[in-house]
């Protein structure tokens, strides 16, 4: 199994970004989705998740009404679509594929991408 990350830099406050992991060597459409992040000096944390049916959508109260996770099943990707950007959303964004049981847990389950950095600054 592999996931790549992708859409990750430099953005102003204030501004958007829209990341994107394609996913190959297992049945995408089976899996839920999640995003996680790692702020420089934190631990990794939890940020969206998109259950593997249904459609069903969990966030972090930092980024909800912000932050939009959505898949494209047909073309395997999953994405982040980050709006109004905040110094502290600065971090390398993980992607996270895991079994649909899974979808609401926090942990270090299934398959991990490398991350994409994302920094937000002037």
């Known amino acids: 199994a592999q996931l790549v990350e992708s859409g990750g830099g430099l953005v102003q406050p204030g501004g958007s970004l829209r990341l994107s992991c394609a996913a190959s060597?297992?049945?995408?459409?089976?899996?839920?989705m999640t995003w996680y992040r790692r702020a420089p000096g934190k631990g990794r944390e939890f940020v969206a998740a998109?259950?593997?049916?249904?459609?069903?959508?969990d966030y972090s109260t930092a980024v909800k009404g912000r932050f939009t996770i959505s898949r494209d099943n047909a073309k395997n990707t999953v994405y982040l679509q980050m709006n109004s950007l905040k110094p502290e959303d600065t971090a390398v964004y993980y992607c996270n594929a895991r079994s649909t049981a899974l979808w609401r847990l926090r942990g270090e389950y299934g398959y991990w991408g490398q991350g994409t950095q994302v920094t937000v600054s002037s």
């Open positions: 998109l259950a593997g049916t249904g459609g069903d959508t």
């Open positions: 060597g297992f049945t995408f459409s089976t899996y839920a």
